[in-house]
């Protein structure tokens, strides 16, 4: 990562102290020459990087993140609006392009940098996302639930603010007032007689020298923040008129469709393309490395013809692994590097070793977790256009600047030649920070000559995804007399970020915590909570199991051990209480418990069963998030649902498993989902702790898997450490208890 | 071949196993109904066939001259939504938006025929429609919200473009 120092972003021309930390000066007078065809008129005038005033007092927030349906444009937009003290309705938003100068500053001084309110454990979220990201210039990402709580705290709101003190001290010299003695409200500043708007001032505050350290408001001034402003980007999406990726067009525009190498690694060896070829409408064939592509005069008639190739492809060693191979390879490379002394320590307190000496009972316990696909309703597509040195991108990324980049280096491009023009994403969860289908798409327009829309079947979605990991993870612990967990013992593989996903947040004196290195040719990728999802699971399953052997209720076994946290405490209590947790269910349902800290935000989740005939029904699900402050509450209970979802379709039916090294499922007939007959009441609450600003995009997913899987213990004594739950037969009754 | 989409006859060239999506969205290049998963597993790719809901990624375009045909764009009025879609926007139903255009018209078909649906037959006529944000719980209640005449007169002003206010939502 290039080195960032404080004064090498002043010099760069910070406004407002955050807003910029690119080294591309965007403060008025030094304004950037990519950022001027944004002041589309004479009478406007860019304030700062992330506003435009114009000579009607419209205000346009400049958001550097991409929609997914997290709502964090609207958000943003939220967070800007109220420090600059305008009224909603004046307000609008665009999305940054994909421009260096607009690369995500805060994102990377919030983590990057480590800044003081940042969880310094959370630094390590970052890097993990911007693995593919070569070079830390290239930031423009929407991921690690960062939006609002990087973003939003050090770019929105901090420029809102020294927007308005700029607009104040202009007023003040026009005037020959004092500062102190003026008001903005509502895109208006006045002195008590005058009162003109903000339009008025805005030339003038565009020669002074912006604040760097502008005064933001106290919770009690927010005016915007705080209430659930209707989602922006929603009436486009309700009839027809959003414009996502796939609906991108150009004239002259082709279509495609590919396969890849169905083993990952693998080449084209050979291929007969004589039958595709003498399809009607069929343009081209491309090979490329790794796959072949058909374009033709519709995207039906290049898959009817993809299916009249015949490819051989390379045989690579990876032909012969399985699911069971990786599982088996997980638990020696786990024993091996425990009896070398090869454990990668996330943590090692207290004296394990002598704790485990002399308990007087060891519970050893592991469990699993299979691959998992992201499964975005928008199957991968991405429209090229590369003429004469210069190429065009149309499609939706959740990392428009990397994705310019990335592209620029695989087709040997310079970046400044390749634009990227971003999209509204069908699904995001972290799959669209990945530009391996636009790349192609590239690829096959320099081949042919013309644009060409590239449309990944579903099928081909499923099998060339970036896969959450499959994960072992093995635990013991250390029970006293009293059945109190006195050490705690954790070896996993395939450790990626965040950095502190495993850790607990239970006074258990002696942890010993670490990661097994177990590389496999599945290629990972950031998976909504990325390892939150799978740590989640096995942690909160093993403290529930805990607390079954010391013959504790799991919520109080879990409080008694979080004295040191009240804020963890306060957040598990009222889940209890508004799950009803004390109150006695029928036979065969079940309450379960789950706590976890992810992305700045605490979140507890209580899920209720019913067992019948084995069928599990998911009745109903509480949710309690902590978020610090949020911005859009509706907006962090939308996100709640949605990653409940999200985790709760994976922990029943995800899975992804490898057979001759590829990947099985193909579809949503074979990697189903959760649908309206069997989704779950989901009821949210949220606390304002008015801590560190957190997340809402990730952190609902980790609990549910643990909170399902405890609850299913409840309903019928049978425990689940492997998921998905649905290769399970839960068709018993009266199972009392179980062991490894 | 001659197709009638939402009120209008259009000439077409294709070949008649042509699935009804990509023939609409390519060629009349109406491209609100979305490709999911082209096996009829999802449900973004819904439209109304003679008024009947029809996933048509695997529907021939052959199957269909002379059908009355409508889309997502179809079903609301020149100046205004379809009151489905303002009880969309009213209880902030989509995520991503990609699934919901299908959800829609699922949702519309169901209430053109049943205007009191019960739970369950939400779940019947909805359950064909997969929506990875996991907005079934919203898509539940906009759609009794519909059934209770709860959804506003919709204010095209208000809500034709991004950059403008919506007004309060009607759950907060």
């Known amino acids: 990562m290039g080195k960032w120092t404080r004064r090498g972003f002043i010099t760069a021309g910070v406004v407002g102290g955050t807003a910029l930390v690119i080294g591309v000066g965007i403060r008025p007078g030094n304004r950037n020459s990519k950022l001027e065809q944004y002041v589309t008129s004479d009478g406007e005038h860019l304030v700062n990087a992330w506003v435009k005033i114009d000579a009607q007092n419209q205000v346009t927030v400049i958001v550097p993140h991409s929609e997914m349906g997290q709502g964090a444009q609207t958000a943003l937009t939220q967070m800007l609006a109220d420090e600059l003290d305008v009224d909603w309705e004046m307000v609008s938003f665009i999305e940054a392009p994909a421009e260096d100068a607009y690369a995500n500053g805060p994102v990377g001084k919030g983590f990057v940098l480590g800044d003081t309110k940042i969880p310094k454990a959370l630094v390590g979220t970052v890097d993990g996302l911007f693995q593919t990201v070569a070079n830390s210039m290239h930031l423009q990402i929407t991921g690690g639930s960062a939006s609002v709580r990087a973003t939003g705290v050090y770019g929105m709101r901090v420029a809102g603010a020294a927007a308005k003190e700029m607009l104040l001290a202009a007023a003040a010299k026009q005037w020959g007032v004092p500062v102190a003695s003026l008001t903005a409200k509502s895109g208006m500043i006045s002195d008590g007689s005058r009162n003109e708007p903000y339009a008025t001032f805005v030339v003038a505050a565009g020669e002074l020298q912006p604040p760097y350290t502008p005064k933001l408001k106290t919770a009690d001034e927010f005016t915007i923040m705080g209430k659930s402003k209707p989602r922006l980007d929603i009436p486009s999406k309700v009839d027809g008129t959003a414009m996502f990726g796939i609906d991108a067009k150009v004239d002259g525009m082709v279509y495609a469709t590919i396969a890849a190498a169905p083993v990952f690694g693998a080449t084209v060896k050979s291929v007969d393309d004589s039958k595709a070829r003498a399809v009607k409408g069929v343009v081209d064939v491309v090979k490329l490395d790794d796959a072949v592509a058909v374009v033709a005069n519709s995207y039906w008639t290049a898959k009817k013809a993809l299916a009249e190739l015949d490819i051989e492809w390379q045989n690579v060693s990876q032909d012969v692994v399985d699911s069971k191979g990786i599982f088996e390879q997980f638990q020696n490379d786990i024993e091996s590097a425990v009896a070398n002394g090869d454990v990668k320590a996330d943590i090692n307190a207290g004296d394990s070793d002598a704790a485990f000496a002399s308990a007087t009972r060891v519970v050893e316990r592991q469990y699993k977790v299979p691959y998992l696909a992201h499964a975005c309703m928008e199957p991968m597509n991405a429209l090229a256009l590369v003429d004469e040195g210069s190429c065009e991108i149309w499609t939706g990324s959740q990392n428009p600047l990397g994705f310019k980049h990335q592209i620029a280096e695989a087709i040997g491009f310079e970046a400044d030649n390749v634009k990227v023009n971003n999209f509204f994403m069908g699904g995001g969860f972290g799959r669209r920070s990945r530009p391996d289908a636009a790349i192609q798409a590239a690829k096959i327009s320099m081949q042919i000559g013309m644009p060409v829309k590239l449309i990944w079947s579903r099928e081909e979605d499923t099998q060339h995804d970036f896969y959450r990991p499959a994960v072992l993870s093995k635990f013991r612990a250390a029970l006293d007399e009293a059945g109190n967990p006195v050490a705690w013992e954790n070896h996993y593989v395939d450790k990626h970020e965040p950095a502190e996903a495993p850790l607990i947040p239970y006074a258990i004196n002696n942890q010993s915590i670490g990661s097994v290195d177990s590389p496999t040719h599945i290629p990972f990728g950031a998976w909504r909570s990325v390892d939150h999802s799978q740590h989640g699971f096995f942690t909160e399953s093993f403290m529930d199991e805990l607390a079954i052997e010391a013959g504790a209720d799991p919520y109080q076994f879990r409080m008694d051990r979080l004295k040191a946290h009240p804020r963890h405490q306060k957040v598990l209590a009222l889940a209890a209480e508004k799950a009803n947790w004390s109150t006695p269910l029928g036979k065969g349902q079940g309450r379960g418990i789950a706590l976890q800290e992810s992305f700045g935000s605490l979140v507890a989740e209580v899920v209720e069963v019913t067992v019948t005939k084995g069928e599990v029904s998911v009745d109903k699900v509480t949710v309690v998030v902590d978020a610090g402050f949020a911005v859009s509450p509706d907006g962090v209970k939308a996100q709640m649902e949605s990653g409940v979802l999200y985790g709760l379709t994976a922990a029943l039916h995800g899975e992804v498993s490898i057979e001759n090294g590829r990947v099985v499922q193909a579809n949503f007939d074979t990697y189903p989902m959760v649908r309206m007959d069997t989704a779950p009441q989901i009821d949210t609450h949220i606390i304002n702790s008015m801590e560190s600003w957190g997340g809402a995009g990730e952190p609902g997913t980790p609990g549910i898997a643990p909170a399902l899987t405890n609850a299913i213990y409840a309903a019928t004594g049978t425990r689940i450490r492997d998921l998905p739950v649905s290769q399970y037969d839960l068709d018993v009754d009266f199972v009392e208890s179980d062991s490894v | ?172």
């Open chain 2, 1 to 172: 071949m001659e197709i009638t989409v939402n009120g209008k006859v259009h000439t077409i060239e294709a070949e008649s196993d042509t699935p009804l999506l990509w023939v609409v969205r390519e060629q009349l290049g109406l491209t609100g109904t979305k490709f999911g998963c082209g096996i009829a597993q999802c449900g973004a790719c819904m439209m109304h066939v003679n008024g009947k809901p029809m996933k048509t990624c695997v529907l021939p375009v052959g199957a269909v001259a002379g059908a009355e045909i409508t889309t997502i764009e179809g079903i609301g009025g020149q100046d205004e939504l379809h009151p489905v879609q303002q009880a969309w926007i009213d209880a902030q139903v989509p995520q991503c938006g990609y699934c919901q255009s299908g959800q829609i018209m699922s949702a519309v078909a169901l209430l053109a025929t049943n205007d009191d649906p019960s739970d369950d037959d939400i779940n019947r006529a909805m359950s064909g429609n997969v929506c990875r944000c996991g907005m079934y719980g919203r898509i539940r209640t906009a759609i009794k919200r519909v059934a209770e005449n709860q959804v506003a007169i919709y204010d095209p002003k208000a809500n034709d473009t991004q950059s403008s206010n919506a007004g309060e939502m009607k759950n907060g």
